[in-house]
């Protein structure tokens, strides 16, 4: 696993990478939350010696970790996890080099599913943001495919005084994750996910954004909004679409197959910006590489254009990955003033190219 340059003789600079596996396993028994938390308490000193970070997803019995690090103290660490008593029928997913970290800021992540109530669940949303008290209704009116109610009370809010982006950040936003996590407890099929998304995203051109004058006067920049290719939740490329039209801008949708054809219409557009979304509901950590790829093959497509990248959706809302993780120059945690953030970005890129 992972030879060293000076094992193998070759100059190939591998070691200047960082290596990342990712594998799952059984629990042997089920952990009680004493014995999780000392698991994952040992775990870190033990990472935090190797110089390797990383993320413990566990469920019902299951382990799915990722962990990253330096070659040989990634090697130390799996083989410590292989002789580990506490789980069994461990199966390597995936093993690769990265050029960054992921979890550059966690020495171990521990994610499980909590056992609260949905009750305790809505009450803890309810006390975060005013907006949150629409979260569960949102949710149930997009499951039932109610477009109509879910149109009315978004231009209700807007009437009432909240802001655009506010309503997107506060409740739009929030209810797609909470559809993802209805699908992931089995509460709902994928069918009913994508349903239930596909109607927040056509309720949410209920929702304006409101610019100055000057803004609006300014229709020079342009934007080509993709979805990754074989992503196909499309909302927040819908949302931003409103978002960036209202703001002045020269919008274009796209929904590639792959990298090529994405490469194709970038050449014929030429656009100033790209943003590229993943799913606002699901996390998709597994795509983390194709989306680096996505944007070294964009790039190359217009080597003298300095053509500006963003990306988004869950992965990066939640603060798992950040932009440079996949070459880009920004990840949006979130939709709301994407915006004003990508017309900064161009605005210096074209002072770059102009030679100021």
């Known amino acids: 696993m992972y030879a060293r340059d000076d094992e193998t003789g070759s100059n ?10 990712t594998y799952q396993s059984k629990a042997a028994a089920p952990p009680s939350e004493a014995e999780l938390n000392d698991l994952v308490a040992k775990a870190r000193q033990r ?8 993320m413990l997803l566990y469920e019902d019995g299951r ?16 083989q410590s996890i292989q002789q580990d008593e506490r789980h069994e029928d461990i199966e390597l997913l995936t093993e690769h080099f990265v050029e960054a970290r992921l979890f550059s800021d966690w020495d171990l992540l521990l994610y499980r599913k909590r056992g609260e109530t949905p009750r305790s669940f809505w ?6 943001h005013p907006l949150s008290q629409h979260i569960q209704s949102v949710v149930r009116d997009a499951f039932e495919a109610n477009e109509v109610g879910l149109g009315d009370l978004f231009a209700r809010l807007a009437e009432s005084g909240w802001h655009g982006d506010e309503i997107v950040r506060q409740l739009i936003e929030p ?6 996590d209805a699908w992931l407890n089995d509460e709902c099929s994928e069918f009913d996910l994508t349903l239930g998304l596909g109607i927040l995203q056509m309720a949410g051109h209920a929702v304006r954004y409101t610019q100055d004058a000057e803004t609006l006067r300014t229709k020079t920049y342009s934007i080509v909004l993709a979805s990754a290719p ?3 939740h499309m909302l927040g490329q819908s949302l931003l679409a409103d978002q960036f039209t209202d703001a002045g801008w020269s919008v274009e949708m796209s929904f590639p197959g792959s990298d090529q054809a994405l490469a194709n219409q970038l050449e014929h557009q030429r656009p100033d910006a790209l943003d590229v979304s993943l799913s606002d509901s699901l996390s998709r950590l597994g795509r983390i590489a194709a989306l680096r790829e996505t944007v070294k093959q964009s790039r190359l497509v217009l080597p003298d254009h300095n053509l500006v990248i963003s990306v988004g959706g869950r992965l990066f809302a939640e603060a798992a990955a950040t932009a440079e993780h996949v070459g880009a120059d920004h990840s949006r945690q979130t939709m709301a003033g ?3 953030r990508v017309a900064e970005l161009v605005a210096h890129a074209r002072e770059v190219r102009s030679g100021k």
């Open 63 to 78: 382990y799915l970790q990722t962990l990253e690090g330096p070659p040989d103290g990634l090697g130390k660490v799996w």
């Open 123 to 128: 009450d803890r949303l309810r006390r975060k």
């Open 12 to 21: 190939s600079g591998a070691t200047n990478l960082i290596g990342c596996l």
């Open 175 to 180: 209810s797609a994750r909470a559809l993802g």
């Open 47 to 54: 990472n935090q010696s190797a110089g390797v970070t990383g």
């Open 230 to 232: 074989g992503e196909t």
């Open 338 to 340: 994407t915006h004003l």
